[in-house]
């Protein structure tokens, strides 16, 4: 069986994902996976952030035989387990992951004490209030 390692289109229309997998090379392209290496997100502004692989995977693939798709290749160049922007592809995901953290709420001063509200006030609060009926 001739094991190709190729992009498998996910996704929808004007919004493309891939999936990086390990295919026979006569399944169709969006076809039964033999094993699942990675994704690609074309949509990422950070062009170093896009592309994940599982390296020892594709390692593993690589030496069995297993023939990459040209456009698998170069990802694999780039950010393979001996890749050329390792680093950059670090400095963008943590950058990424720093971004999508939600806000933190600031923290209220142990040292400030809550006012008690009491009944009669309420009742007072009540009172002062118009009706339009």
Not at 79 to 96: P, S
Request: hydrophobic share 40%.
């Amino acid at each position: 069986m001739a094991v190709r390692i190729r992009m498998k289109k996910m996704g929808r229309t004007h919004r493309p994902f891939f999936r990086i997998c390990a295919v026979d090379a006569r399944k169709p392209r969006d076809g039964k996976v033999i094993e699942e290496l990675g994704h690609y997100d074309p949509m990422i502004r950070d062009t170093d952030a896009r592309a994940i692989l599982k390296q020892e995977r594709i390692a593993y693939w690589l030496s069995v035989g297993a023939q990459p798709s040209d456009n698998v290749k170069v990802l694999i160049k780039k950010y393979g387990a001996d890749g050329t922007h390792l680093e950059q592809q670090r400095a963008a995901l943590e950058k990424l992951a720093a971004s999508r953290k939600a806000p933190v709420a600031p923290k209220v001063a142990e040292t400030e004490e809550v006012e008690e509200i009491t009944e009669e006030e309420v009742v007072v609060a009540d009172d002062n209030t118009e009706s339009t009926e």
